[in-house]
């Protein structure tokens, strides 16, 4: 099952500079998406979200893209700060699937002092 | 700040015995869920819980799964007769509300559950 795709496994970033991480996927029923970071031994924690009837959402620091027509999305960070060094996952939902989340396969990012 | 808990953090158990993970959700929290993360695999969803009955379900929660709201806090998954596959981290979530309205799910820290 790969609906929801991250393809890159791993992201090193210096600190203070952009990390971009991206997502794409295939059902084109998702019309939600979310972020999520996860520290080992720890759940997922959720990050920020975005409707398909939006392109942008910012939080902060944290700002995700969605670009519906080529089913991808982004999660932008910046600046990057070493605690931001964690496994990010995409996840997404279909309206007509209730609350079950689609989830992505991780990126790690470490963010260098 | 409120947060989900889940006992017990680890549990090794014997092929084809019965195994049940518990989990404290958020108390104004309606909708409950259990995820669970193979080791090395994507976090896949399990089952949703709303209004004391299943809401959703995947193909893997099979016969063998079920779930429980015994006391009106405690949201339990049963595996009844687990298997080496079953290994895996199990994680609860609960949500206030429907995602679109909501935002997120609040996930608990996880119990790894081995089968030997």
């Known amino acids: 099952d790969q609906q929801v795709k991250q393809n890159s496994p791993s992201l090193s970033v210096q600190e203070g500079r952009i990390s971009i991480l991206n997502c794409d996927y295939t059902?084109?029923?998702?019309?939600?998406f979310l972020w999520y970071k996860k520290y080992p031994a720890e759940g997922p924690t959720f990050l920020i979200s975005?409707?398909?009837?939006?392109d942008k959402n910012e939080d902060g620091r944290f700002t995700v893209f969605l670009n519906k027509s080529a089913k991808h999305l982004s999660l932008h960070i910046v600046p990057s700060q070493p605690g931001d060094s964690a496994v990010y996952f995409c996840?997404?939902?279909?309206?007509?699937?209730?609350?079950?989340?689609?989830f992505g396969g991780g990126t790690r990012l470490m963010v260098k002092p | 700040e409120p947060e989900v808990t889940q006992t017990p953090s680890h549990q090794v158990t014997q092929m084809g015995q019965e195994v049940i993970l518990r989990c404290v959700p958020i108390?104004?929290?309606?909708?409950f869920y259990w995820y669970r993360q193979i080791l090395g695999q994507k976090v896949e969803f399990l089952v949703s819980?709303?209004?004391?009955?299943?809401?959703?379900k995947s193909e893997i929660f099979d016969d063998q799964f079920s779930v429980e709201r015994p006391d009106g806090s405690n949201f339990t998954l049963k595996i009844r007769s687990t298997k080496l596959e079953d290994s895996a981290m199990y994680f609860c979530?609960?949500?206030?509300?429907?995602?679109?309205?909501?935002?997120?799910?609040?996930f608990g820290e996880g119990s790894r559950l081995t089968v030997l």
């Open positions: 059902n084109s029923m998702f019309d939600y």
């Open positions: 979530a609960s949500s206030p509300g429907q995602m679109m309205n909501t935002g997120e799910l609040f």
């Open positions: 108390s104004n929290h309606l909708y």
């Open positions: 975005i409707s398909s009837i939006k």
């Open positions: 996840a997404a939902s279909a309206n007509n699937a209730g609350n079950m989340l689609t």
């Open positions: 819980f709303y209004n004391n009955e299943i809401s959703e």
